[in-house]
């Protein structure tokens, strides 16, 4: 059974930073396509990041030079370390892996890309 714990969100202030973490269990980080997803209060939910199991990474814009998606095979745990951040990336963070063994470049962004999902951790970012 495969089961994604995330961790390492909290409260900051504008241009602060946190790392979050996603523990995988019955599941291989080394062989998939895993990333990150948020959503705001009222939003939808939207990619943020996702690691290729080739190592090669994707990024939407609005992270794009702040976020930085990397992993530990060894200890099967996923990581997003965010900086600068800003009052709009406060948001419920889910980490996301899939079953593919790779991530489509035409859809890595959508929700229906992943097959498994953590509960989320929270991020607020005050000015």
């Known amino acids: 059974q495969v089961q994604l714990m995330e961790s390492g969100g909290g409260s900051v202030q504008a241009g602060g930073s946190l790392r979050l973490s996603c523990e995988a269990s019955?599941?291989?980080?080394?062989?998939?396509?895993m990333g990150w997803f948020r959503q705001a209060p009222g939003k939808e939910r939207e990619a943020v990041a996702a690691l290729d199991s080739d190592g090669s990474t994707l990024y939407e814009d609005f992270v794009m030079g702040r976020f930085t998606i990397s992993k530990d095979d060894m200890q099967n745990i996923l990581y997003l370390q965010m900086n600068s951040l800003e009052p709009e990336d406060s948001a419920t963070y889910y980490c996301?892996?899939?079953?593919?063994?790779?991530?489509?470049?035409?859809?890595?962004?959508?929700?229906?890309?992943?097959?498994?999902w953590g509960q989320g951790t929270q991020v607020s970012v005050s000015a």
């Open positions: 019955g599941y291989t980080t080394v062989h998939y396509c």
């Open positions: 996301v892996a899939d079953s593919h063994g790779y991530c489509d470049r035409g859809s890595w962004y959508r929700v229906d890309h992943f097959d498994y």
